[in-house]
């Protein structure tokens, strides 16, 4: 299996604040990588679909980048409705595994 | 618009099974794949399985390969997830996920989770 690491696994953030998360994969998977935001109780919400591709409705604050091993999130201007848990996905040899999620705190 | 509707909590017994629906509305349902995903309290997201109903091709995990079974009725389009052996370790939220309009194994459409707690 491919191993992601994820990280931080908590940030601690204020409202306007920008926010970046990094999920680094054990072996290379090309840009098969997706982001979600999950709210408690609540189930994940696709943010981000082939590495830096916005879903529909997702505001532009948004924005994934890279390949190969190395993603990141990027939240710009951070907003209330911001503080969730993020986690990456990856797609590879019909093989998916999800990064270990980053809590975003308010500071 | 898509909606994935699930079957409602369970409670089980150790070395029991359990079998998990989740009926898809909106969109052509043998064209898409449908996925398991799990998450134990307070923790993060496993993926178990997922079937391609068109082609009726199955991919598991393989912590799980052997204990699940993930089918789909296109008649009814609904997917389904069976999990055997149960453990105390296998109480969690269960949803199921359908992939992405592009194609893609992104889940852009998930069911509202269904709660199996494992206890004697």
């Known amino acids: 299996d491919i191993q992601m690491t994820q990280s931080p696994s908590t940030v601690s953030a204020a409202v306007g604040d920008r926010v970046i998360i990094t999920c680094r994969t054990s072996?290379?998977?090309?840009?098969?990588l997706a982001w979600y935001q999950q709210k408690v109780g609540l189930a994940p919400k696709l943010l981000i679909y082939?590495?830096?591709t916005l879903e529909s409705g997702v505001p532009s604050r948004f924005s994934g980048s890279g390949s190969g091993t190395e993603f990141t999130l990027t939240i710009t201007s951070l907003q209330p409705d911001d503080f969730a848990t993020y986690y990456c996905?990856?797609?590879?040899?019909?093989?998916?595994?999800f990064g270990g999620g980053t809590k975003v705190e308010i500071k | 618009q898509v909606q994935l509707v699930q079957s409602g909590a369970e409670v089980k017994k150790p070395g029991s099974s359990v079998k998990v629906s989740c009926k898809a509305s909106g969109g052509t349902f043998s064209n898409y794949n449908f996925n398991w995903v799990r998450q134990a309290p307070g923790r993060g997201l496993e993926w178990m399985g997922g079937?391609?109903?068109?082609?009726?091709?199955?991919n598991y995990g393989q912590k799980f390969q052997g204990r699940v079974t993930v089918i789909a009725d296109e008649s009814t389009s609904t997917a389904y997830m069976e999990l055997s052996s149960l453990k105390s370790e296998d109480t969690a939220v269960y949803y199921c996920?359908?992939?992405?309009?592009?194609?893609?194994?992104?889940?852009?459409?998930w069911g509202q989770g269904t709660l199996v707690t494992v206890s004697s």
């Open positions: 079937i391609l109903p068109m082609l009726n091709i199955t």
């Open positions: 996920a359908r992939g992405h309009d592009s194609g893609g194994y992104y889940f852009g459409y």
């Open positions: 072996q290379t998977i090309s840009k098969w």
């Open positions: 082939q590495a830096s």
């Open positions: 996905q990856q797609f590879h040899s019909y093989q998916l595994t």
